[in-house]
């Protein structure tokens, strides 16, 4: 940012994932945490009272925490580009716009500012490299269908534990002559037994592979952009989420009905088997995920053409063409608390001059009535 800031061009922010708080802040995103839940609490809207507290308590200590860590980098920008030079939080808003890798298909529908862009499903492209020629025939034959089996590139199935890989050798071999496609990327470190069902690649090119006419089934760490994938192609999961936000998006994709959920530190045998039979065989599932591949997909231009629609628009408009007037007020300005706090004084001043005046009244009143008694009474006396 400081980089734009310095030479006088509009800032672009980029998000690989769903926006997080801190990037709401950047081009003042309306936020009703009273339905929108934080996006690292794996919660679903309509929120009970208590998930409403968890997830207002958690959207505020994240944004302040990261005011904290963000800290360094101001004191970096000092080092690099003078005193003078703003810090984060004042670069951040100097920020034109943010594409955002989420879609209300999928992330659901939210109040969103002109400065966001989502573009969920930017990284699918179907350009790449065929398969293998002996992995497409494997595939084409595959007349009882195949799943595929991937953890991503940060995570080798092949290193899990014994334990754990002879659970997943005994559930694969049980569903023949469905096939399993394994991406593994040192097949020399699996153990023996593998099934004669099963396959494995070190290397795919995994939207070939979801877009194949057999697939039935995806089980995946649960990562955003291969489970985008996997909905764009509409082919159902069953999610072993390992580590930050796959846990969310797999929870997400559970309450849709896309995905079943598998807790890695707690799998069996039979749960696996349980999960497998239910993602081939329950129909919910495969037609939940082709509704929602049918609305990822729906859109008046694709990801990639959305984006560069807008970027070109910045930089024809300038920097201030989609900036919120949100950004020049206060939080309390922006949450109504001056206007409210100025409404709630003229209405208990109000209720307190009513209350003045009906005492007045009635003082007054009863005080008259008093003293024509008396008056009567001291006339009989005399």
Not at 58 to 69: A, T
Not at 318 to 345: C, F
Request: proline share 6%; glycine share 6%; charged share 20%.
């Amino acid at each position: 940012m400081i980089i734009g800031h310095q030479l006088k061009i509009p800032i672009i922010g980029v998000s690989s994932s769903e926006l997080y708080p801190w990037g709401h802040e950047m081009i003042a995103n309306p936020r009703n945490l009273a339905f929108v839940p934080f996006e690292l609490l794996p919660m679903t809207p309509p929120l009970s009272y208590w998930e409403r507290m968890k997830n207002f308590l958690l959207y505020w200590w994240s944004y302040h925490e990261f005011n904290y860590y963000t800290r360094v980098q101001d004191d970096m920008i000092r080092k690099n580009f003078g005193e003078d030079a703003p810090g984060v939080r004042e670069l951040e808003r100097s920020v034109s716009m943010i594409l955002a890798n989420s879609h209300s298909s999928v992330n659901g529908a939210k109040p969103v500012t002109a400065g966001l862009i989502e573009v969920g499903g930017l990284h699918v492209r179907d350009d790449g490299p065929e398969l293998p020629e002996n992995l497409q025939k494997w595939l084409d034959e595959s007349a009882h269908g195949f799943i595929y089996f991937t953890f991503g590139s940060m995570v080798r199935i092949e290193t899990l534990p014994k334990e754990t890989l002879a659970i997943l050798y005994r559930s694969f071999g049980k569903i023949a002559p469905v096939r399993v496609l394994m991406k593994i990327a040192k097949p020399q470190e699996l153990p023996d037994g593998l099934p004669g069902n099963v396959i494995t690649q070190a290397w795919i090119q995994q939207l070939k592979v979801l877009k194949h006419k057999n697939i039935r089934a995806f089980i995946t760490h649960g990562g955003l952009m291969g489970t985008q994938e996997a909905i764009h192609c509409g082919v159902p999961m069953i999610g072993v989420p390992l580590f930050a936000d796959q846990f969310v998006n797999i929870h997400n994709y559970v309450e849709k009905k896309i995905a079943l959920f598998l807790d890695y530190k707690a799998i069996t045998e039979e749960k696996l088997d349980a999960a497998i039979d239910a993602i081939l065989n329950d129909p919910v599932y495969l037609k939940s995920v082709r509704a929602i591949s049918e609305k990822f997909r729906d859109r008046p231009l694709t990801p990639a053409e959305t984006a560069v629609y807008w970027v070109e628009y910045i930089i024809k408009h300038g920097s201030q063409a989609l900036r919120s007037p949100a950004l020049d007020l206060t939080w309390w300005q922006e949450a109504l608390l001056d206007v409210y706090v100025a409404l709630v004084l003229a209405l208990l001043v109000t209720v307190y001059a009513i209350i003045m005046i009906v005492g007045a009244l009635v003082r007054l009143i009863f005080g008259k009535k008093r003293g024509s008694k008396r008056a009567s009474r001291s006339k009989k006396n005399k």
